[in-house]
T-cell receptor, first 112, second 113 residues
Framework: GQQVMQIPQYQHVQEGEDFTTYCNSS?????IQWYKQRPGGHPVFLIQ?????EVKKQKRLTFQFGEAKKNSSLHITATQTTDVGTYFC????????????FGKGITLSVRP | EAQVTQNPRYLITVTGKKLTVTCSQN?????MSWYRQDPGLGLRQIYY???????DKGDVPEGYKVSRKEKRNFPLILESPSPNQTSLYFC????????????FGPGTRLTVL
C-alpha cells in the first residue's frame, strides 16, 4: 500500500550537533506535515509544506519539500535537550480523500 | 481554549468488557479521526469522519466502532476488547482532513488484560 517511510527510527546526538532526518513517500504527495511528540505527550503540529521545493524555517528547524513532492527533510541546527522527542512526518497522497498517512517517526535523544 | 479532550486518560479493563473512549473538540472541526500508537509502529489510523454521520475505515479498523452523531463528538467503541488492543489511543481533529493541521487530544492509555 501507499506508505510514508522514516528511517531510522532512533537517533542519538550530542547537544550542539546538527540533526537531519528524512521522510520518503512511494507516491506523490499533495502536502506533507511534520509533528513533534514529546515523551509522554501527544503529537503537536510543527509545519505544513505544499509547494514543490518549498523551504520553511522555524528558529533552528528547517523543513524542505522535495522537487518531486515525494520526500521531505527536517534539519535541526545545534540541537538542544529541548529537541528531544519523536518527529513524525505525515503525507496527504494526491487524490487521497483527505486521509493523512503517518510515518513511523524518528525518536531523537540528545546527550547534554 | 481550543482543544481536543479525551476520556478516560487511563483505563485498565478485561477481555470482552465493552468500553467507550470519548473524544470531543470545541473548534467546530468537520474532520475527526482516531489513531493508535504502538512501539515501532508509529501512528495508525483506526477510523475517520469527514462530517456528521459520515465515517470510514482507516488502516486498522478491526475490533473498533465509531459514531458521529454530533459535530463535536467522535467516540471510539470497543465492543469486545482483546489484549492486542492494548495501546495508546489518540483522537485528532482538523478543519479539512489532511489538508490542515491535525489537533491531537492528550491520549488514552488502554490496557486489556
Amino acid at each position: 500500500g501507499q506508505q510514508v517511510m522514516q528511517i531510522p527510527q532512533y537517533q542519538h546526538v550530542q547537544e550542539g550537533e546538527d540533526f537531519t532526518t528524512y521522510c520518503n513517500s512511494s507516491t506523490t504527495l499533495s502536502n506533507i506535515q511534520w509533528y513533534k511528540q514529546r515523551p509522554g505527550g501527544h503529537p503537536v503540529f510543527l509545519i505544513q509544506l505544499v509547494k514543490s521545493g518549498e523551504v520553511k524555517k522555524q528558529k533552528r528547524l528547517t523543513f524542505q519539500f522535495g522537487e518531486a513532492k515525494k520526500n521531505s527533510s527536517l534539519h535541526i541546527t545545534a540541537t538542544q535537550t529541548t529537541d528531544v522527542g519523536t518527529y513524525f512526518c505525515a503525507g496527504l497522497m494526491s487524490g487521497a480523500n483527505s486521509k493523512l498517512t503517518f510515518g513511523k517517526g524518528i525518536t531523537l535523544s540528545v546527550r547534554p | 481554549e481550543a482543544q481536543v479532550t479525551q476520556n478516560p486518560r487511563y483505563l485498565i479493563t478485561v477481555t470482552g468488557k465493552k468500553l467507550t473512549v470519548t473524544c470531543s473538540q470545541n473548534m467546530n472541526h468537520e474532520y475527526m479521526s482516531w489513531y493508535r500508537q504502538d512501539p515501532g509502529l508509529g501512528l495508525r489510523q483506526i477510523y475517520y469522519s469527514m462530517n456528521v454521520e459520515v465515517t470510514d475505515k482507516g488502516d486498522v479498523p478491526e475490533g473498533y466502532k465509531v459514531s458521529r452523531k454530533e459535530k463535536r463528538n467522535f467516540p471510539l467503541i470497543l465492543e469486545s476488547p482483546s489484549p492486542n488492543q492494548t495501546s495508546l489511543y489518540f483522537c485528532a481533529s482538523s478543519f479539512a482532513g489532511g489538508y490542515n493541521e491535525q489537533f491531537f487530544g492528550p491520549g488514552t492509555r488502554l490496557t486489556v488484560l
